[in-house]
T-cell receptor, first 112, second 117 residues
Framework: EAGVAQSPRYKIIEKRQSVAFWCNPI?????LYWYQQILGQGPKLLIQ????????DSQLPKDRFSAERLKGVDSTLKIQPAKLEDSAVYLC??????????FGQGTRLTVV | AQSVAQPEDQVNVAEGNPLTVKCTYS??????LFWYVQYPNRGLQFLLK??????LVKGSYGFEAEFNKSQTSFHLKKPSALVSDSALYFC???????????????FGKGTKLSVKP
């Protein structure tokens, strides 16, 4: 089966610019997660969707980060405006009721 | 709050020797525990999980993990290490407070495994 698809793989932007990441989960997976992985740390959840509803966004910096999952399939994560400390790998993952979470390859964001 | 700890930043092993990567957990209730591996510039790949049942869990690429409730540990093991096992390993626990059985994964900081020829 096809895995979790993410794009772009790499992105370099200047601080205060905006950026968007896209994720296409595994077909049939109702749950979608966005994680932020800062160099040298484990991934940290930003937001979790169940179908197109938000389950947990308690760690999402809502003043600059936003995410949506239209029609319960694809998802977009946006940062506006970006800060230097947003430099990280952004990982998307999906799961179903009977499976563990499957991760995409991630988007490496560098803010300069 | 649920959490996992990986006490070692790096583990060095000679090829052919057994390896252990340590993980301890802190949860309220029964733990759902996972191990993932991350190769450079790649996403996380699932290795194995413990939900219930046998304390010794077998996973991908010859890895296994032992669940020890009294010591609140879930150490990853392999009888004979390969150079290709060199990667970053993450232990994780499922947060059942949000999303129940689909709750998000809370990760440790990771342990870098280096296997030398």
């Amino acid at each position: 089966e096809a895995g979790v698809a993410q794009s772009p793989r790499y992105k370099i932007i200047e601080k205060r610019q905006s950026v968007a990441f896209w994720c296409n989960p595994i077909s049939g997976h109702a749950t979608l997660y966005w994680y932020q992985q800062i160099l040298g740390q484990g991934p940290k959840l930003l937001i979790q969707f169940q179908n197109n509803g938000v389950v947990d966004d308690s760690q999402l910096p809502k003043d600059r980060f936003s995410a949506e999952r239209l029609k319960g399939v694809d998802s977009t994560l946006k940062i506006q405006p970006a800060k230097l400390e947003d430099s990280a790998v952004y990982l998307c993952a999906s799961s179903s009721r009977f499976t563990e979470a499957f991760f995409g390859q991630g988007t490496r964001l560098t803010v300069v | 709050a649920q959490s996992v700890a990986q006490p070692e930043d790096q583990v060095n092993v000679a090829e052919g020797n057994p390896l252990t990567v340590k993980c301890t957990y802190s949860v309220s209730g029964n733990p759902y525990l996972f191990w993932y591996v991350q190769y450079p510039n790649r996403g996380l790949q699932f290795l194995l999980k413990y939900i219930t049942g046998d304390n010794l869990v077998k996973g991908s690429y010859g890895f296994e993990a032992e669940f020890n409730k009294s010591q609140t540990s879930f150490h990853l093991k392999k009888p004979s290490a390969l150079v290709s096992d060199s990667a970053l390993y993450f232990c994780a626990v499922r947060d059942l407070n949000y999303g129940g059985s689909q709750g998000n994964l809370i990760f440790g900081k990771g342990t870098k495994l280096s296997v030398k020829p």
